[in-house]
């Protein structure tokens, strides 16, 4: 094939649905169909092609990347409209010249010695190397030096975080190798990371955080910005949940067969790159997973492995997508990680026949009372307990599939039917409240509390709720340890309180064995904590390497540091990892008193005065009766909006013109 050819398939095949390239003549039909004003499902028609096929290709005739299908088609409609003469062909040439341009970039990433030992900042590593390590290098090792590759990655990181990592490495193994240098400087703590399987059997806190950091990190490093995109939106890092296929494609104005081919070669990328921590995630997934070797005999085995190092690494991907991307990061081949993806959903199902079994045993009873009894001792209450909602009352508002995600049900001999569950640490609460006797009756996922974050309004679904045998009523959110203290899931704790003190009910958040509580009453190294203010103080927000270079050689602990972060407010995100200083405390405030909250002093005639009332007969409700009127699911009953006169189903800013004519009636 000609390479010219070959390469404007390349560039131009995957765009369509069936894989034809775009000639110029088509090319000019598709220009001329816009301007005849025609749609995207008509130029679909016109050229035998899906509609995303017809927006990406428009888009390429417009000088704005990244713009969708749509607003492509309006873009060109109103440029053809102004200027009749615009020069769509340029355009997708230029656009062509910097997509080859890039591509040879990437083939020759490697540059020359002697552009290495021209580098800026080459000198700086070396004095920085030979400070750290206390040897002066003659100068043919000087030469040999200043021409790896490494070190001309090293000048492109701050001087501060070299140090601190040069320090770090060389204190703790009496060596500083320059991959080694390299890899601490983009993820603290990897260098040292240890593949002891027990830690990650007993989901040890700094070793989960390290290859969360280290595997988002290791994404950053893949070439192509399309390429990284795409898997960031697959993967669900940047606290967004995972996207299916055809959301992606959605967002992206590409069909699901170009979103399946870019994901495939972020994949390769990342399986044979010499970046960092690529290769180190490569390698400590390998030794984790034993994928590439027979697995210790008294150990589990590697689809075991696989299994719960995907509901670790990447929780809100179904395990049937993160298992087969796992196995290909540690080394498989597409046939042994697809092989090695089914014995791992033979084991899942395996699993829950196993716990089904265990059910019936009355020391699993026993156990569960106990445990309860100790997670009972740290529920938060506020006021005077209230009772659960009535169980016929209660329903799950959130279907576990409704965000694409696939996980399973736990059939639950107390309740007699399917429960719902979203990660293995839910399902273990799940079966806790399955078989502890003081737990009445349970829902998953209940209610649907507004909250504010990010600076737009969210809803969340807390995950249970649990009514215990003497009448009380507890939410429960279900999260590991080491992230209760993310600024996304402070704010949702706080939303819980405020609706668990409006009611009388309580609050507890755990991961099954440990809570919230843990954190809050946790202590801290004083000089760590000034440490970590005083950097703050200074950038505003810090990184993960700005973290670990402030603190400096003073031992930092993950569930001390998220201690920190809940005591002083701070606001703190991963994947990837942000600490940024906050507006409060996250500490939650004392609950007040229930009759002082709640008892209003009534004006002096109000004893006489009749009950206002609604044009239409119903009585008009005060602010505060609209607000207490709210179901357990948050919403209102036809019948309560039948008595305030409000039409079902009820039209749009009711509450607002209910509120607006009581007002009115008090002056």
């Given at each position: 094939?000609?390479?010219?050819?070959?390469?404007?398939?390349?560039?131009?095949?995957?765009?369509?649905?069936?894989?034809?390239?775009?000639?110029?003549?088509?090319?000019?039909?598709?220009?001329e169909g816009v301007r005849e004003g025609l749609a995207l499902p008509e130029l679909a028609a016109r050229h035998g092609r899906s509609p995303g096929a017809i927006g990406a290709r428009l888009a390429r005739f417009v000088?704005?990347?990244?713009?969708?299908?749509?607003?492509?088609?309006?873009?060109?409609?109103?440029?053809?409209?102004?200027?009749?003469?615009?020069?769509?062909?340029?355009?997708?040439?230029?656009?062509?010249?910097?997509?080859?341009?890039?591509?040879?970039?990437?083939?020759?990433?490697?540059?020359?010695?002697?552009?290495?030992?021209?580098?800026?900042?080459?000198?700086?590593?070396?004095?920085?190397?030979?400070?750290?390590?206390?040897?002066?290098?003659?100068?043919?090792?000087?030469?040999?030096?200043?021409?790896?590759?490494?070190?001309?990655?090293?000048?492109?990181?701050?001087?501060?975080?070299?140090?601190?990592?040069?320090?770090?490495?060389?204190?703790?193994?009496?060596?500083?190798?320059?991959?080694?240098?390299?890899?601490?400087?983009?993820?603290?703590?990897?260098?040292?990371?240890?593949?002891?399987?027990?830690?990650?059997?007993?989901?040890?806190?700094?070793?989960?955080?390290?290859?969360?950091?280290?595997?988002?990190?290791?994404?950053?490093?893949?070439?192509?910005?399309?390429?990284?995109?795409?898997?960031?939106?697959?993967?669900?890092?940047?606290?967004?949940?995972?996207?299916?296929?055809?959301?992606?494609?959605?967002?992206?104005?590409?069909?699901?067969?170009?979103?399946?081919?870019?994901?495939?070669?972020?994949?390769?990328?990342?399986?044979?790159?010499?970046?960092?921590?690529?290769?180190?995630?490569?390698?400590?997934?390998?030794?984790?997973?034993?994928?590439?070797?027979?697995?210790?005999?008294?150990?589990?085995?590697?689809?075991?492995?696989?299994?719960?190092?995907?509901?670790?690494?990447?929780?809100?991907?179904?395990?049937?997508?993160?298992?087969?991307?796992?196995?290909?990061?540690?080394?498989?081949?597409?046939?042994?990680?697809?092989?090695?993806?089914?014995?791992?959903?033979?084991?899942?199902?395996?699993?829950?026949?196993?716990?089904?079994?265990?059910?019936?045993?009355?020391?699993?009873?026993?156990?569960?009372?106990?445990?309860?009894?100790?997670?009972?001792?740290?529920?938060?209450?506020?006021?005077?307990?209230?009772?659960?909602?009535?169980?016929?009352?209660?329903?799950?508002?959130?279907?576990?599939?409704?965000?694409?995600?696939?996980?399973?049900?736990?059939?639950?001999?107390?309740?007699?039917?399917?429960?719902?569950?979203?990660?293995?640490?839910?399902?273990?609460?799940?079966?806790?409240?399955?078989?502890?006797?003081?737990?009445?009756?349970?829902?998953?996922?209940?209610?649907?509390?507004?909250?504010?974050?990010?600076?737009?309004?969210?809803?969340?679904?807390?995950?249970?709720?649990?009514?215990?045998?003497?009448?009380?009523?507890?939410?429960?959110?279900?999260?590991?340890?080491?992230?209760?203290?993310?600024?996304?899931?402070?704010?949702?704790?706080?939303?819980?309180?405020?609706?668990?003190?409006?009611?009388?009910?309580?609050?507890?958040?755990?991961?099954?064995?440990?809570?919230?509580?843990?954190?809050?009453?946790?202590?801290?190294?004083?000089?760590?904590?000034?440490?970590?203010?005083?950097?703050?103080?200074?950038?505003?927000?810090?990184?993960?390497?700005?973290?670990?270079?402030?603190?400096?050689?003073?031992?930092?602990?993950?569930?001390?540091?998220?201690?920190?972060?809940?005591?002083?407010?701070?606001?703190?995100?991963?994947?990837?990892?942000?600490?940024?200083?906050?507006?409060?405390?996250?500490?939650?405030?004392?609950?007040?008193?229930?009759?002082?909250?709640?008892?209003?002093?009534?004006?002096?005639?109000?004893?006489?005065?009749?009950?206002?009332?609604?044009?239409?007969?119903?009585?008009?409700?005060?602010?505060?009766?609209?607000?207490?009127?709210?179901?357990?699911?948050?919403?209102?009953?036809?019948?309560?909006?039948?008595?305030?006169?409000?039409?079902?189903?009820?039209?749009?800013?009711?509450?607002?013109?209910?509120?607006?004519?009581?007002?009115?009636?008090?002056?």
């Amino acid at each position: 094939m000609d390479a010219t050819v070959g390469e404007r398939m390349q560039v131009q095949g995957p765009e369509s649905r069936s894989g034809r390239a775009w000639s110029e003549a088509e090319d000019a039909r598709l220009v001329e169909g816009v301007r005849e004003g025609l749609a995207l499902p008509e130029l679909a028609a016109r050229h035998g092609r899906s509609p995303g096929a017809i927006g990406a290709r428009l888009a390429r005739f417009v000088p704005q990347p990244g713009l969708p299908g749509d607003a492509a088609l309006e873009w060109l409609r109103a440029q053809f409209a102004l200027d009749p003469a615009y020069s769509w062909q340029s355009v997708l040439d230029e656009r062509r010249r910097r997509e080859r341009s890039e591509r040879r970039a990437r083939d020759q990433r490697i540059p020359t010695a002697e552009g290495l030992a021209e580098a800026p900042g080459a000198g700086e590593v070396l004095a920085e190397w030979e400070q750290a390590t206390g040897h002066a290098l003659r100068p043919e090792r000087r030469e040999v030096f200043l021409a790896r590759q490494v070190v001309h990655d090293l000048t492109a990181v701050a001087a501060p975080v070299r140090q601190a990592a040069a320090g770090r490495l060389w204190q703790d193994g009496g060596r500083l190798l320059l991959d080694d240098w390299l890899l601490e400087c983009v993820c603290p703590g990897a260098v040292s990371l240890t593949a002891d399987w027990t830690l990650i059997a007993e989901r040890d806190p700094d070793t989960v955080l390290v290859l969360r950091e280290l595997l988002a990190v290791a994404a950053e490093e893949i070439p192509g910005q399309r390429e990284r995109e795409i898997l960031s939106r697959r993967l669900g890092l940047h606290e967004e949940p995972a996207q299916t296929q055809e959301k992606v494609a959605e967002a992206l104005g590409i069909s699901r067969e170009r979103v399946r081919q870019l994901q495939t070669r972020a994949i390769r990328s990342m399986a044979h790159t010499a970046a960092p921590a690529s290769h180190k995630v490569r390698t400590a997934l390998a030794e984790l997973s034993c994928v590439d070797r027979v697995p210790p005999e008294t150990g589990p085995s590697a689809a075991e492995r696989l299994l719960d190092l995907a509901d670790i690494l990447l929780p809100s991907v179904a395990p049937r997508q993160a298992v087969p991307l796992l196995a290909r990061l540690a080394g498989a081949d597409k046939v042994r990680a697809d092989n090695v993806a089914a014995e791992a959903a033979t084991i899942r199902l395996l699993r829950h026949e196993a716990a089904r079994r265990e059910a019936t045993r009355q020391r699993r009873i026993d156990r569960a009372t106990r445990r309860w009894a100790t997670l009972e001792a740290e529920v938060n209450w506020f006021g005077t307990p209230e009772p659960a909602p009535p169980r016929a009352e209660l329903e799950t508002l959130r279907e576990e599939n409704s965000d694409g995600r696939d996980f399973g049900v736990w059939s639950c001999p107390k309740l007699g039917r399917d429960v719902a569950y979203e990660s293995e640490t839910e399902l273990r609460v799940v079966q806790l409240l399955s078989f502890a006797p003081q737990i009445a009756y349970y829902q998953e996922q209940p209610l649907a509390i507004s909250y504010e974050f990010a600076g737009r309004q969210r809803t969340y679904y807390p995950d249970l709720l649990v009514a215990t045998v003497d009448g009380r009523c507890i939410l429960i959110e279900v999260k590991p340890v080491y992230e209760m203290a993310m600024a996304v899931n402070v704010a949702k704790y706080r939303a819980l309180e405020a609706f668990c003190r409006s009611r009388g009910w309580g609050l507890v958040a755990t991961d099954s064995k440990r809570t919230r509580r843990l954190l809050e009453n946790r202590s801290v190294d004083p000089d760590v904590e000034a440490a970590l203010t005083a950097a703050l103080d200074e950038h505003g927000e810090l990184t993960w390497p700005q973290v670990r270079t402030a603190v400096g050689p003073s031992p930092l602990e993950s569930l001390n540091l998220e201690a920190l972060i809940l005591k002083r407010g701070w606001a703190w995100s991963i994947r990837p990892y942000r600490l940024r200083r906050g507006t409060q405390s996250n500490r939650p405030s004392a609950p007040p008193e229930r009759g002082a909250a709640e008892i209003r002093p009534l004006p002096e005639d109000a004893a006489s005065a009749p009950a206002a009332t609604c044009p239409t007969g119903g009585i008009t409700p005060t602010p505060d009766d609209i607000e207490a009127a709210r179901t357990p699911a948050g919403g209102w009953t036809r019948d309560q909006l039948a008595a305030w006169g409000v039409p079902w189903p009820p039209p749009k800013g009711w509450r607002k013109k209910l509120i607006t004519q009581w007002k009115t009636q008090q002056r």
